[in-house]
């Protein structure tokens, strides 16, 4: 019924920058809070950023001051744009969105807490 597409990963040198963009399409009612989670080699699916619906933002210590994560919900599209990218930021980079949906026609509505996009390769060489 809903999708999550992200987009704008790569390949990067140490310093450089990515803006990466998460769009959700389908028979969307509202989006809630949304998050965008890295996943290194081997590693677990971490919490980077997490913007609100009122735009408040959070994010881990790592990224800090450069990393930012905004929201434009004309296009139900939430950015992460990436700065003096580390080698430590590469993984692959997943937006999670708390969302709402139509099921049918007849006004018939869920509320999905954890939808995930499929991951978009964020590469950082040295």
């Known amino acids: 019924q809903v999708q999550l597409v992200e987009s704008g990963g790569g390949l990067v040198q140490t310093g450089g920058s990515l803006r990466l963009s998460c769009t959700a399409s389908?028979?969307?009612?509202?989006?809630?809070?949304v998050g965008w989670y890295r996943q290194g080699p081997g590693n677990t699916r971490d919490l980077v950023a997490e913007?609100?619906?009122?735009?408040?933002?959070n994010y881990a210590d790592s990224v800090k001051g450069r990393f930012t994560i905004s929201r434009d919900n004309t296009d139900n599209t939430v950015y992460l744009q990436m700065n003096n990218l580390k080698a430590e930021d590469t993984g692959v980079y997943y937006c999670k969105a708390d969302l709402t949906y139509e099921t049918s026609d007849w006004g018939d509505k869920m509320r999905d807490f954890n939808a995930w996009g499929q991951g978009t390769q964020v590469t950082v060489s040295s």
């Open positions: 389908g028979r969307l009612l509202s989006i809630n809070a």
């Open positions: 913007i609100t619906t009122d735009g408040s933002a």
